[in-house]
Every structure is written in C-alpha cells, then in structure tokens.
C-alpha cells in the first residue's frame, strides 16, 4: 500500500506529476547554436579542402624556383641607337719579320753581333767552322775544273774542224779558178789551130771536176755548220752549268758566315761560340725598326664578321690612331682567333719611339654601321643562355618565365634583340648560372 507523499493529495494528478510526463516541453533551438551545427557539419571539409588548395598553390610547380628579388637584376628592352664595334686588346709587334737560318751546318767558331742590337744589311753576325765541307769543296771545285777542260777541248776540236773545211774548200775554189783558166787558153789556141779536141776535152773534165768538188764540200761545209752550232750550244750550256755548279760550291763555303740579310733589330739571337749547327736551323730574326703592327686575340664569336679592311681605332695615350685590319688568321685556338691591323698613318716620333715590342693596346674594332635596334644590356646573363632564351618577368613584378629569343650583334654595353622579346619588356639580366635548369621563377 502507497505511502501518501507529504503537501501532494493523493490522485491521479498527482500519480502522473510524480512520473514527470507533466515536466516535459519544448524546446525551440538558437540562431546560433544552428549555425554552429551547421558549421561543424559543413565547415570542416571545406576549410579542409582550402588548406589542401592552399597547400597545392604553395608548393613549386616542375620546373619552377623561388628566388628572392634581390638576387636579380631587371632591364627593360628598349629601341636604341646599338653602336656595333669590338673592343679588344693588342699586342705590338714588329710589322715585318725576317727569319735568319743557318744555310750550313757547322760549329760557332766567332759570334760577332749581339742579341737586341741594331744591325745593317751585310753585317756579320757570326762565323762558323767545317773543315769537312771544306775539303769537299776543294774537291768539288778540282772536277768542275776538270770539267770546264774537257768542254773547251770539244770547244777547240770543233773550232779545227770548221777551219780545217773551209781551208779545203778554199783549195777546191782555187783549183777551181786555175782550171777554168787552163782551159780558157786551151780553147783558145784550140781555135788557131795549135790543140787538138781531145786535149781540150781532159782541160774541160777538169774544170768540171773541181766545180763539182767545190759544191759538195759547200754543202758538206752548210750541214757541219748545222751541226756545229747545236753542239757550240750544248758545250756552252754546259759550260754555264758548270761555272753555275762551281759558284755553288764556293758560295756553300761562304754560307759559314753568317750574314744580315737586311736592317733592322737582331732579336732571339743567342748563339754560343762552340755551338753546333745543323743545315736549316733557325738562328734568329730581324724586326723592322721603328715599324709596328698590332695582333689582337678575337672571340671565334666574331669570325666572321671581323674581315681584311675593317677599320679600327687604337687607344696610343690620349691619342686615337686609325688602324686597318691586314690579315685574318681562321685557326681558332682556345675559342680565339688572330687579326693583324696596321697603322693608317706614320706614327709620329714620339709615339713610335714609346712603343715597345709585346706591349697591349686598347683597340674599338668596328663591325658595321650604327643603327637602331631592340637593345638589351650585355651581361653575365648571356653567358648561360648563349642569347637563344631569356627570363621576362610577369607585369607584377612577382614571377619571370623563360621565353625562347634570337640575339644578333653585340658590343660590350650592348646586344641586339632579333626576336621573341618586345619594347618595354622587363628581362632578368643577372646571371642564369643557379637557374640554367629552370624555366619559371617565383620572386619574393
């Protein structure tokens, strides 16, 4: 049996209070607490997803570098007069050069001239032994002399001979001459009457006989003439040959003297007394005094466009002198090639005097005519891309692509925009060294 519950009557109401079905009404959720449900339902996936986009757009693409803005420098492409010269250094060198070898081998028995001095044509610069190309030549000499004998003998043999036949044929015109007189009498005394027919007629067959003698050796005389003249030509052509032999021969011992075969400055000279010598060997050279030249080492980049007439100024002092270029050498070595460019004017004494053998000059080759032209700054930029692609940057200052170009001329402040790149675009022009392999850049 129930227990009445103290201030509460025991009815029915008061059963149902105690079961709380009367405690229970509704509640009508906040504002807020919907969007909060809304936002942990909804929200979470997507700020997930924008970190993950987030995430995406901060990590570099293939290809791409993040590169601070102060490690580049920017130029912008500009249209500008592009000044087309190249500016390199020279070295003085004499203009010409005459190499002296020794014409025979021998030792050194006396040096006369010295290293670095003035000398003339015709000077001795030193002497030279060889007893053994002495006796050959004394040998050498004793049979051309020989020889010159035996030629002069065929000489005289043919000169007897053509005198011994025309003295003959001087006996047969003679003989001729009396016969024809003999027999003018006979014919004569044959006509009064005092010879007979027949001692006429022995008269007339010898006057025949001596005409026909003289004209065979008139014709034997013409065809040795003939022939004596060839073999007088031979016997003198070798006649010529042997005195040409014989100066040879005592020329190749004068060839131990050594001589200077035209003025100028001796140099590379340092011969040594007791110093052998072989045929051949170089002994030194001879510069032109006073005349110079300048040969200058050019980049293979300029080969060819660097060709014989360029003209060039040379920087002598405060003084600009015209030059030519003379010479191109086209062997490249060490990626250069070698240009000779001579004075357009005589130097003035001061300046010539001043200039020494091996010393450099500033030299401004010029390439062609001055126009204008898309210009970029010439820099470390061109070394990596070689002027086929450059990086542009975007118009906010913030990223820089890779973009293919074409380049012509360059000089040292300039090079010469073809292609790929317009006027007003922003390059990178620092050096691509740490970026060679990139095609995008990210600056920050």
Known sequence: MDRPVAGLKQTGQGRRALSGAGMDRVVVPSRRRVLLRCGLRYGAPVIILGLMWG????????????VSHDQLSVARVRSAPFLDYLPVRGTVAPLNVTFIDSIQGGEVGEVVARDGALVHKGDVLARLTNPQLQLDVTSREAQIASQLGAVSAQRLTLQQTRTAEETQLADARYSLLKAQRELSIREQLHGQGFESDANVQSYHDEADYYGQRLKRLQEALKQDLLIADRQGGEIDQEAQRLRSNLAVVEDSLGALVLYAPLDGRLTNFDLQPGQALKAGDRIGQIDSEGQYRLDADIDEFYLGRVAIGERAEADLGEVSIPMTIARVHPQVANGQFRAELIFDQVLPEGLRRNLRRGESVDLRITLGETHTALVLPN??????????????MAPNGHAADRVGITSGRRNPEQVEITGGLHDGDQVVVSSYGSFRNFSHLTVH
């Open 379 to 392: 820099g470390p930029w061109l070394e990596a891309s070689g002027g086929t692609s450059a990086f542009v």
């Open 55 to 66: 995430a995406w757009r901060l990590v570099p693409a293939s290809g791409t570098l993040a």
